[in-house]
Structures are given as structure tokens and as C-alpha cells.
């Protein structure tokens, strides 16, 4: 006769919701409870309306996975001897059966191999303002992979105490970069910082600074102008394996005798317009590219930039190959492919619409520019064929 549960272990997943990683760990956890061992879980965000606190005195909690532990959360835990899994060092006064760590050093790596390996020479780094140690510990792996490849790299220093001034602090900064720097910012929502920066300095990207972030929100990534590339982490895999631990712990009630420390880490660069190697000092090819993206979704074509340039085609033609080494026809039709290319990644829209709304007369037109082009159909750019 099978031995049956009494009931399915109660987790508590405390998370801060303004980070994509820290979602990305519910996902995973979530995944593993709809394959393995369901949980009734109490999860909190942070957002409106939650409870802030736990009822001390019907403390019913078998397990907690955490970003955070407010202090009289870690005096229960305590208390109870309740299994828990930490991201970084948090609640040092609880000793946790497990630590989410990240390989910043590797992700630095990552950085620093993208962004010498397109041949950018002069390099920057920004940190997260408050000096966090993840951020610090990216900073110093960053300027070493480039200091070891025989260049220098600047860093911000931020004012800690003073956030009002650290945006007109960072432009004036950034002003004093050599261009073009390639500049690492320690995760995506400083990347967006710097992005701003930038445009109210007056300074191109990536044309004056190439931008590279962490974390690949994409909302944050792709609603910038340019888009950020950025770089993803193992978020998901993370919070699996954690949640595959403590459900261990929790079904053999055998807690390790030590720390097992879990460790996440990026592996690849989802590379945006931010960091693209192809910054032209030309004023007139600029305005000609920022004209191509603005219009990207009409069928225009290289007599209408003429007329809205108010250049000859000549001098158009002439300037913009020699600043890139590719025609203007050329230019049009790869940023087209590269437009179709996410609408058919990212939507199940027909190809027929997608064909109107990246320029192309229509989809037979969008098909053989891709057999052309790209050596494939549209239809093999699916994601979920």
C-alpha cells in the first residue's frame, strides 16, 4: 500500500518583481513543481496589496527560497529551523541550505570577448549606483579581461548619496570618453540609464558609445532606441535546481551539513542595434540610417531619402558606400530581412502582414528575398514552427 502525503509542502518564494532574473527564478521554480513534487506556494513580489509580513504564531511555512529576508522573517526561519535558499549572501544571520550565486567574473568574460572581439578599442564600464557587490565584482573582472587584452578602461564612479545629480554627472562623463568607446553596464537598467545619458548629451549609439547590459529584460532592451544588446543570464535553470534541492530537504528531512551554492551565469550576447560595429563619423550617412529605421515598415526607397536628405543620389551613394562599404540598396533590404526576421520569432502574424509592415511589396516578394538572401523561407524563421 502506497504511503501517502498528508498534505503538499507550504514554500514561501519571496522575489523583487522590478527584476527580470528574479522572474525568471519563479518560472523555473514553477517549472519544477508541475514536473516533480507540487507545492502550495506564497509568493510575494512586492506588489500592491500583499501581505509585508508572516504570522508568527501560525507559522505553517516548510520551506523559503528568497531575494530578500526581512529581518523578522529571518528570526522564524531561525526559530524553526525552517529549510531556506538565499540569492547572494542576503540574511547572513541565517545559515541557508543553499546560495543563488552568479559567475560575474565569467559574465565579465562574456563582455569583454563580444566587444574586443568587433574591434572596438576604447573601453568604459558603469556600475550599479549603490555599489552593490555583484556590480563591484563585475566592474573589476570587466576592466581586467580589458586591461589583460592591452587596453584601458574607464570607469564611472557614481555619487552614492546624490542621486538627483548622477544623471548630469554621467553625461558630462560620457562626454569625456573617447569615441567610439564600447561601454559594459553592470545590468540592463543601467544600461538604460546611460542610454538616456547619452541622448541628452548629444552623444550617438552606437555611433560615439556602443552600450552592452545584463539581464536581456526585454522590455527594458527592446522599447530602447537603439534596442540594448544585452546579455542573458541562467535565471530559470537556477530557480529549477534550487526548487529540485529544497524538495530533497524537505521529503528526506535531512538538511546538508553545509552550504550548496548554486551557480548561474550568462553564456551568449543577444546582440541590438546598442552595440553594432559599424559607427560612421559621416553626419549625412547617420541622418541617412536613422531616416532607413524610422521607415523601415514603408516601402520607400533610396529617390525618397534623396528628396528628404535634399542631396544628390551621387553624393548619397557615394558617401554612404564609403562609410560602410555597402549600398544604400543593400542597407534597406538587410534591415528589412532583419525587421521579418523577429516579426516571424516573435508573432504568429500572417506572412502576408509581415510583408507590409517591413516594406516588402508582399509575401511572394518576402520569399524570394529570403531564399536570397538567407538561403531559407520565411517559414524557417519560426520559432515555434
Same mark, same amino acid.
Given at each position: 500500500?502506497?504511503r501517502?502525503?498528508?498534505?503538499?509542502p507550504h514554500v514561501? /518564494?519571496l522575489?523583487?518583481s522590478?527584476?527580470?532574473t528574479?522572474?525568471q527564478i519563479?518560472r523555473?521554480?514553477?517549472?519544477f513543481?508541475?514536473l516533480?513534487?507540487?507545492?502550495t506556494l506564497? &509568493?510575494r513580489?512586492g506588489r500592491a496589496? +500583499?501581505?509585508t509580513s508572516?504570522?508568527?504564531v501560525?507559522w505553517?511555512?516548510?520551506?523559503?527560497i528568497?531575494t530578500?529576508?526581512?529581518?523578522?522573517?529571518?528570526?522564524?526561519?531561525?526559530?524553526?529551523r525552517?529549510p531556506? /535558499?538565499?540569492?547572494?549572501d542576503?540574511?547572513?544571520? &541565517?545559515?541557508?541550505i543553499?546560495r543563488?550565486?552568479?559567475?560575474?567574473? $565569467?559574465?565579465?568574460?562574456l563582455?569583454?570577448?563580444t566587444?574586443?572581439?568587433?574591434?572596438?578599442?576604447?573601453f568604459?564600464?558603469?556600475?550599479?549606483?549603490?555599489g552593490?557587490q555583484?556590480s563591484?565584482? #563585475?566592474?573589476?573582472?570587466?576592466?581586467?579581461?580589458? $586591461?589583460?587584452?592591452?587596453?584601458?578602461?574607464h &570607469?564611472?564612479q557614481?555619487?552614492?548619496?546624490?542621486?538627483?545629480?548622477?544623471n548630469?554627472?554621467?553625461?558630462?562623463?560620457?562626454?569625456g570618453?573617447p569615441?567610439?568607446?564600447?561601454?559594459? $553596464? $553592470?545590468?540592463?537598467?543601467r544600461?538604460r540609464? &546611460?542610454?538616456d545619458?547619452?541622448?541628452?548629451?548629444?552623444?550617438?549609439?552606437p555611433?560615439?558609445?556602443?552600450i552592452l547590459?545584463?539581464?536581456d529584460d526585454?522590455?527594458?532592451? +527592446?522599447?530602447a532606441?537603439?534596442a540594448l544588446?544585452s546579455?542573458p543570464?541562467s535565471m530559470?535553470?537556477a530557480?529549477?535546481r534550487a526548487?529540485?534541492?529544497?524538495?530533497?530537504?524537505l521529503?528526506?528531512r535531512?538538511?546538508?551539513r553545509?552550504?550548496t551554492?548554486?551557480i548561474?551565469?550568462?553564456?551568449?550576447?543577444?546582440?541590438?542595434?546598442s552595440t553594432?560595429r559599424?559607427?560612421?563619423?559621416?553626419?549625412?550617412v547617420r541622418?541617412?540610417?536613422?531616416?532607413m529605421?524610422a521607415?523601415?515598415?514603408r516601402?520607400?526607397n533610396?529617390?525618397?531619402?534623396?528628396?528628404?536628405?535634399?542631396?544628390?543620389r551621387?553624393?548619397?551613394?557615394?558617401?554612404?558606400r564609403?562609410?560602410?562599404?555597402?549600398?544604400?540598396n543593400?542597407?534597406?533590404?538587410?534591415?528589412r530581412?532583419r525587421?521579418?526576421?523577429?516579426?516571424l520569432a516573435?508573432?504568429s502574424?500572417?506572412?502576408?502582414?509581415?510583408?507590409t509592415?517591413?516594406?516588402?511589396?508582399?509575401?511572394s516578394?518576402?520569399n524570394v528575398?529570403? #531564399?536570397?538572401h538567407?538561403?531559407a523561407?520565411?517559414s524557417?524563421f519560426?520559432e515555434n514552427?
Open positions: 500500500m502506497a501517502l502525503a498528508n498534505s503538499m514561501a /518564494i522575489l523583487e522590478t527584476y527580470a528574479h522572474t519563479l523555473g521554480i514553477l517549472r513543481t508541475q516533480h513534487t507540487p507545492w506564497d &509568493v513580489m496589496g +500583499e501581505p508572516f504570522d508568527a501560525k505553517n511555512v516548510d520551506g523559503v528568497a530578500r529576508l526581512p529581518p523578522e522573517l529571518s528570526a522564524l526561519i531561525r526559530r524553526h525552517t531556506t /535558499i538565499v540569492m547572494n542576503i540574511g547572513s544571520e &541565517v545559515r541557508p543553499a543563488i550565486l552568479c559567475d560575474n567574473a $565569467a559574465i565579465a568574460r563582455a569583454a570577448d566587444l574586443t572581439g568587433v574591434g572596438f578599442q576604447n568604459a564600464f558603469v556600475g550599479e549606483r549603490s552593490i555583484w563591484v565584482e #563585475r566592474e573589476q573582472a570587466f576592466a581586467a579581461e580589458i $586591461a589583460r587584452r592591452g587596453f584601458p578602461c &570607469v564611472y557614481a555619487d552614492r548619496d546624490d542621486a538627483s545629480e548622477d548630469r554627472n554621467l553625461q558630462e562623463w560620457l562626454l570618453l569615441r567610439p568607446t564600447a561601454l559594459f $553596464a $553592470a545590468y540592463d537598467i544600461a540609464q &546611460v542610454l545619458a547619452c541622448h541628452a548629451a548629444g552623444l550617438a549609439v555611433d560615439d558609445i556602443a547590459g545584463v539581464d526585454e522590455v527594458i532592451c +527592446e522599447t532606441t537603439p544588446s546579455i543570464l530559470e535553470d530557480g529549477f526548487a529540485e534541492m529544497l524538495d530533497h530537504v521529503a528526506t535531512r538538511r546538508p553545509g552550504t551554492d548554486i548561474f551565469t550568462g553564456t551568449r550576447v543577444v546582440a541590438r542595434r553594432a559599424d559607427a560612421v563619423a559621416d553626419a549625412l541622418r541617412c540610417r536613422v531616416l529605421e521607415n523601415v515598415g516601402p520607400f533610396v529617390t525618397d531619402l534623396v528628396a528628404s536628405l535634399g542631396v544628390s551621387r553624393t548619397l551613394e557615394t558617401r554612404f564609403a562609410a560602410t562599404g555597402r549600398s544604400l543593400t542597407e534597406i533590404t538587410e534591415m530581412i525587421r521579418a526576421k523577429t516579426m516573435k508573432s502574424m500572417p506572412q502576408a502582414a509581415i510583408a509592415a517591413c516594406g516588402f511589396c508582399d509575401a516578394h518576402l528575398i529570403f #531564399r536570397r538567407c538561403g523561407p520565411p524557417a519560426r514552427k
